[in-house]
Structure formats: C-alpha cells, structure tokens
C-alpha cells in the first residue's frame, strides 16, 4: 500500500493563508471523504485537527479548513500565527485495514 | 483526567520480543476502538493496528502484521500490543491512540508515546 504524499516544507508570513496538499489515489482520497490531518509540535504527540475532509473537532480554531478536490485534499491555515508553526499530517483509510499516513509537511512562520 | 500512558518500551535485539502497555484513564475506553501508531525521524508516523472497541476485530500494517498481537483487556482499562521476532526497522516511538470514528478511522486521543529500540 503506497503512502498518501504530502511536499515536504511549506512556510508563509503571519496573516497570510497557506494551503497543504495531500495526494492519494482514486482508491482512498479520490472515492471516500476519510481524510483527516493531524498536527505535531516537535517532541509532542500528533493531535487531530480535521476529520472527514472539513470537520474540525471542538476546540480547533476555524483558522483550520479542510477541502478535498479528485485524489488531493487540502488543509488551509489562514491568518497565519507563530504557533501555526509544527508539522501536518494526512491521512486516509479507505476500509480497515488500509489506514495511511502522508509523509508530513513541516510548515514555517516567517 | 482524559489521558493515555504508555509504558514497556525499551532496548532489546533484533528476533526478540517485547509487551507495551497503554492505560487509559478519565473515559469509558471499552466504548472506544484502540490503535497503535508509530513513528521514525525517517518514516515519519506510520499506523501498526487496530482493535475494535469490543475487541471482536483487528488489523495491522503490512510490516508487522504476523509479528505483532494488538490486544485489550478492559477490567484494567488496558491496551497491550506484543512485539515478536523484532527488527531493527522496528524502532520507534510507539503511541496508543483512541479512535471515535464509525465509519472511519479518527485518532482524537494519544498517548505520550514509549521508545522501542532494536540493536544488535
């Protein structure tokens, strides 16, 4: 089973908007709406901040959006702040026994 | 307090075996399903297995599967994941994690996470 792909780095100035990508296949991303991201700080465990595409869990800003368009989906951070900074990861599980990982994206304040 | 401890993580050789332990504490775990997680400077996170909230189910990743047992014992509140004929590629950082998730996989509670270090 191939990893879901994720660019590796991704940064923006505080206030901007930046969008990370998420791509899959048309056997998980593409055919069901089971993408969540999570986010790290460094020495931290994973914390989830989207569920099936766009939901977000109570407590995450709204700053936080997710979208999905074919295979790719996206998680946008806009009104970029300092603590926006930590890395992000996708995931899609198209039955149980195919749960996937994208192989992160640290993003950077500038 | 709603929290994950792991425990059982350590340094051992490559063909041996290893118990972690995750208690759960502060919600009612045996309504939840449970997951094991890992994670590598190199690899990244990548997903072990699963055991459904009644135990009737589990799953494991390709590279553990045949090796590893995910297991439950809900008097203890205690998830438990056996590690046989460990490899060096093995090493990690080993979390649990809570599922809410129905149709889904959704991972809304982790552990602190336990080292397993495989060496010769």
């Known amino acids: 089973q191939s990893a879901l792909t994720q660019p590796p780095s991704a940064s923006g100035s505080p206030g901007q908007s930046v969008a990370i990508s998420c791509t899959g296949t048309?056997?998980?991303?593409?055919?069901?709406?089971?993408v969540s991201w999570y986010q790290q700080y460094p020495g931290k465990a994973p914390k989830l901040l989207i569920y099936e595409v766009n939901k977000r869990p109570s407590g995450v800003p709204d700053r936080f959006s997710g979208s999905k368009s074919g295979n790719t989906a996206s998680l946008t951070v806009s009104g970029l702040q300092a603590e926006d900074e930590a890395d992000y990861y996708c995931t899609s599980n198209a039955d149980s026994q195919n749960f996937k990982f994208g192989g992160g994206t640290r993003l950077t304040v500038l | 307090q709603v929290q994950l401890v792991e425990s059982g993580g350590g340094v051992v050789q490559p063909g041996t075996s290893l118990r972690l332990s995750c208690v759960a504490s502060g919600y009612r775990f045996r309504t939840y399903g449970m997951h094991w997680v890992r994670q590598t400077p190199a690899k990244g996170l990548e997903w072990v297995a699963v055991i459904w909230h009644d135990g009737s189910k589990t799953y494991y990743g390709d590279s553990v599967r045949g090796r590893f047992t995910i297991s439950r014992d809900d008097s203890k509140n205690t998830l438990y994941l056996q590690m046989n004929s460990l490899r060096v590629e093995d090493t990690a950082l080993y979390y649990c994690?809570?599922?809410?998730?129905?149709?889904?996989?959704?991972?809304?509670?982790w552990g602190q996470g336990t080292l397993v270090t495989v060496t010769s």
């Open positions: 994690a809570r599922d809410f998730g129905v149709t889904d996989y959704k991972l809304d509670l």
């Open positions: 048309n056997s998980d991303i593409g055919d069901y709406n089971y």
